[in-house]
DNA sequence: AGGCGCTTGTGAAGGCGTGCACAAATCGCG
DNA sequence: CGCGATTTGTGCACGCCTTCACAAGCGCCT
């Protein structure tokens, strides 16, 4: 990790950020993580007709503290105005413009197995800054089945497929056992971030992302707290009835 | 603080820790997301017909470094030999134990629209400790349907099923709109574990947990690798991606 | 114009997690 | 029985992230 730290001195942080900053000051992955969450927060915010936000508002809607946020928005430049506030509609445009959603990306989905056929009509997708593409399973009996309006193609076409429509981005909904060979075909088409819903390791060459969701890893995570719960409840005297006296956004 | 390892000597390590053990050692959270993970890859390991196991070779299934493995684990306890290795089946049992997977947890669903369809159908569920033992929603047309065995009941009814069923584990995969309230219908219910698939940030009483999955921003953070990736090609420096092999996960 | 209240941006401190490197422990073999 | 090979368990140092606390900056009101 030679990462050199390019001198970010805020004296850019005005308007003209038109194609001309080079690379990005490295950002830490924590706040690349929670920008997302800040982008949703302040579209709903917009939509509610706020023209400014404060770092204690916008915190609030995301569900994090204030001083983690003005950290993190720090990162990118001042876009905010002391005394004031956030302007939203800036703000938003910044955090897309760092996030690369200003342009639409396109993205390819395989396997369309349950998971698969939710994930295909997921509009959170499509209303923030994604475009579903092409759709692939190994399955024949699948390929040519029409889902929201695109066709199942076998996943022999991902290749050239994925050059005809600039495919950065690929995700995995296939069982575990054939994730791994999915993934070898998306890194050999060219993708270079992968999202795997499959619940295994992918092996992938540096300079490929891969990022993993596994439901059921969330809920033993759950099960754990709920295992310590209830072996806390069961040992002091008092069976605590009521735990909900302050109110405590418990965040992930 | 006084990090006093609690006498878990290894003798008791195979069946003798029946309920009595008090509570947990504070486990880093860090290594509780870890768990699942190390679990997974254990069964594998165990299906394919290991009896033993190194740190070195789960770390590889698991896609960690050992090191981070070995400390994951000596949290829990002395449960490997050294020179040999950790015995498989009795690692598994005591990760199950720990994350409280020893009994099977009833899970409720709420909000049966796509993305519920395809987690109710989900069978990673049920392999990995978890039965669905009741979905809700609030819309009368889909209330009845039948779903892998289960009827849909109307969300009104959660509260007297909840305590019927002993649930103590909800998800919610409503729109943004109505998860605070559905959230809110769980907590009344006793639920005192959540899984939020909607796009929002939930507020709970304290005692209760939360965990989010927002498979949008999933897809933005890779967006920006992509973004980051992109800018870095188009500098001259033809420093050609060399950031190791890195497979991130959600979490946190 | 000047002061006052509010909010951002940030230096510093502390905590947490990671990875290295090695001592301790166990097994197999001569 | 002793020795070497192997692997675990862990002390330690380092770096990242979080949190606090406050100076700097901005707008509004008088």
Same mark, same amino acid.
């Given at each position: ?37 800040y982008l949703r927060a302040l579209h709903n915010l917009g939509e509610a007709g706020a023209d400014t936000v404060s770092s204690e508002g ?16 720090? #990162? ?25 959603l200003d342009q639409r990306r396109a993205v390819c989905l395989v396997g369309l197995g349950n998971l698969g056929h939710a994930l295909a ?103 754990? #707290? ?27």
């Open positions: 990790m030679s990462q050199q730290r390019h001198g970010n001195t805020p004296g850019n942080a005005d308007g003209g950020r038109a194609g001309s900053v080079t690379a990005f000051p490295d950002l830490p992955e924590a706040t690349i993580a929670r920008l997302p969450e916008l915190a609030a809607a995301a569900g994090v503290n204030s001083a983690k946020l003005r950290k993190d928005l720090s #990162h990118l430049g001042s876009y905010g105005t002391r005394g004031v506030g956030y302007d939203v509609a800036l703000l938003i445009d910044q955090i897309e413009y760092v996030l690369g009509g997921y509009d959170g997708f499509a209303s923030r800054g994604f475009k579903i593409v092409a759709l692939f399973d190994a399955d024949p009996s699948k390929v040519g089945e029409e889902i929201q309006g695109l066709i199942v193609r076998h996943i022999e076409e991902l290749g050239r497929v994925a050059v005809e429509e600039n495919i950065a981005i690929g995700v995995i909904a296939t069982p575990a056992g054939a994730a791994q060979a999915v993934a070898d075909v998306l890194v050999d088409a060219g993708v270079t971030s992968i999202l795997n819903f499959a619940p295994c390791v992918l092996s992938v060459p540096s300079g490929v992302d891969v990022r993993k969701v596994d439901l059921a890893i969330e809920l033993q995570i759950l099960s754990f #707290h709920e295992h310590r719960k209830a072996s806390l409840t069961a040992l002091p005297g008092g069976r605590s009835a009521t735990a909900a006296g302050n109110q405590e956004a418990v965040g992930s």
